[in-house]
Each structure stands twice: as structure tokens, then as C-alpha cells.
């Protein structure tokens, strides 16, 4: 079992552009949630889904949105990026919606 | 705002030394769940404490839930250089999102 793999490790982008994160669960696991974490900072949870639907969303604007596919693989994407974007994201999965997370190595993330 | 507040934010002791890092939520919680993170790493599950006043150990590691379900602590006994890391609680209300705490950064001089 490869555990939560993220794709890619780092990217740099400039302001303005587009970036698209992605990332597989733990094999049985079909509810994944993104979070943002600043350096410093706890994770800040963005959205969750379940069910190939987003179940729940943070306090982030609608310039982030994200994807499941019927595997439960996920992606998270984010438009018209900001310098104050550049941090980690984390994709952790789960097998329900209360249980532990399990979290993937993470997206480094430069806005330049 | 933030629903979930660590303290402290920072913890330097000798090895040998406890440590302890406190979570406080403004409202009841449903549950809460404790994460280490090394240097460079990603989060890792360490337990998740369900009952009010649930106490829980593994080895060195004392986990405590109040009895209001609005705090919690971790408790290190006799610190070793591999516990290491900055250690988050997150807390969640029934089946909503998890609030992680700013967590507590832990160094330990050998």
C-alpha cells in the first residue's frame, strides 16, 4: 500500500496563473480533504469530498475548487494565484468522515 | 476566526525533561485528534479521543480530553531528541470539518 501519493512535490508559478494539485488516497480510504498550510501554521482545511461531491468547505474563495473521480483520486485547483497562495498543500484521506487522517507528503507551492 | 487555540508555540527543554502543549476549543467538540510533524514532513496521526474526560496513553505520550469536551493536552514524559516535530490537536463538531490548532513546536537539546 503506497499510502496518500501527491503530485507534483514543487511548483513555482506566477500571479495570474493556474495550478492544478492532485492526489491519490489510501487504497479502501474514499473520502479526501485538502488543506492549505502556511509555514508556521496548522493546515487550514479547504474542502472535502466524499462521494465524487464536495461535503463541506472552509473559508477559502471560489477561486480554489477541486475534483473527485470515481476512484476517489482528487484534485484541487486553484485560479488567478496570489503571492499570499505559496504554501503547502496537504491531501489527507480517511475512511469516513470522523475518523484519522491519513495525510500525503504534500505540494510545495511558490507564487512568484 | 480560529475555533481551535494551541499553547504554547513554541517549547525548548533538555532531554530528560516533560513537555505538555494544550488545545482549547470555543465550543464542544465531537472529538479530537493529535498530530506530530517532523521538520519537512506532513502530519501524522497520533490517536483521536472521543469520550469527555478520555485518557489515553502510548508509551511516553499522555492524551487527555476534558471534561466539557472543549480542551484537550498531550503530555510528554522524559522527552527524547526524536520527539522532535511541532505537534497539532484538531478538533471537529459532530461530522464537519477538523480545526487544527497553530501547533506547538517541541526542540529537544540532547
Known amino acids: 500500500d503506497a499510502g496518500v501519493t501527491q503530485s507534483p512535490t514543487h511548483l513555482i508559478k506566477t500571479r495570474g496563473q493556474q495550478v492544478t494539485l492532485r492526489c491519490s488516497p489510501k487504497s479502501g480510504h474514499d473520502t479526501v480533504s485538502w488543506y492549505q498550510q502556511a509555514l508556521g501554521q496548522g493546515p487550514q482545511f479547504i474542502f472535502q469530498?466524499?462521494?465524487?461531491?464536495?461535503?463541506q468547505r472552509g473559508n477559502f474563495p471560489d477561486r480554489f475548487s477541486g475534483h473527485q473521480f470515481p476512484n476517489y483520486s482528487s484534485e484541487l485547483n486553484v485560479n488567478a494565484l496570489l503571492l499570499g497562495d505559496s504554501a503547502l498543500y496537504l491531501c489527507?484521506?480517511?475512511?469516513?468522515?470522523?475518523?484519522?487522517?491519513?495525510f500525503g507528503p504534500g505540494t510545495r507551492l511558490t507564487v512568484l | 476566526g480560529q475555533q481551535v487555540m494551541q499553547i504554547p508555540q513554541y517549547q525548548h527543554v533538555q532531554e530528560g525533561e516533560d513537555f505538555t502543549t494544550y488545545c482549547n476549543s470555543s465550543t464542544t467538540l465531537s472529538n479530537i485528534q493529535w498530530y506530530k510533524q517532523r521538520p519537512g514532513g506532513h502530519p501524522v496521526f497520533l490517536i483521536q479521543?472521543?469520550?469527555?474526560?478520555e485518557v489515553k496513553k502510548q508509551k511516553r505520550l499522555t492524551f487527555q480530553f476534558g471534561e466539557a469536551k472543549k480542551n484537550s493536552s498531550l503530555h510528554i514524559t522524559a522527552t527524547q531528541t526524536t520527539d522532535v516535530g511541532t505537534y497539532f490537536c484538531?478538533?471537529?463538531?459532530?461530522?464537519?470539518?477538523?480545526?487544527f490548532g497553530s501547533g506547538t513546536k517541541l526542540n529537544v537539546k540532547p
Open positions: 469530498y466524499y462521494e465524487e461531491e464536495e461535503r
Open positions: 484538531a478538533g471537529q463538531r459532530g461530522f464537519n470539518k477538523f480545526y
Open positions: 479521543l472521543v469520550k469527555s474526560g
Open positions: 489527507a484521506s480517511s475512511p469516513d468522515l470522523y475518523n484519522e487522517q491519513f
